[in-house]
């Protein structure tokens, strides 16, 4: 029982679509603007149907279930 055990075994109907979507979150989440926006053209461009959509957005949350990564504090430090 690891801190990652909760990972389903879905697989994605299209992997490309997932793994952009889990690119898309990574980009979110560090602010990425100008991988989102290019994301978002290459979404656009491309006719998505329903299969595709689910991919993008079962790889987004493949992603965002994992917590954020917190930097250890700096207590007592001198610079």
């Known amino acids: 029982m690891g801190f990652f055990?909760?990972?389903?075994?879905?697989?994605?109907a299209n992997p490309q679509m997932a793994e952009l979507g889990r690119e898309y979150a990574i980009a979110q989440r560090h602010g990425d603007r100008k991988t989102v926006r290019r994301i978002n053209?290459?979404?656009?461009e491309s006719g998505m149907?329903?299969?595709d959509r689910a991919s993008f957005e079962q790889g987004?949350?493949?992603y965002d279930a994992l917590p954020p990564?917190?930097?250890p504090r700096r207590r007592n430090r001198r610079r």
């Open 5 to 12: 055990s909760r990972k389903s075994n879905d697989t994605p």
């Open 41 to 44: 053209r290459q979404i656009g």
């Open 49 to 51: 149907n329903g299969d």
């Open 60 to 62: 987004r949350a493949a």
């Open 69 to 71: 990564v917190n930097p």
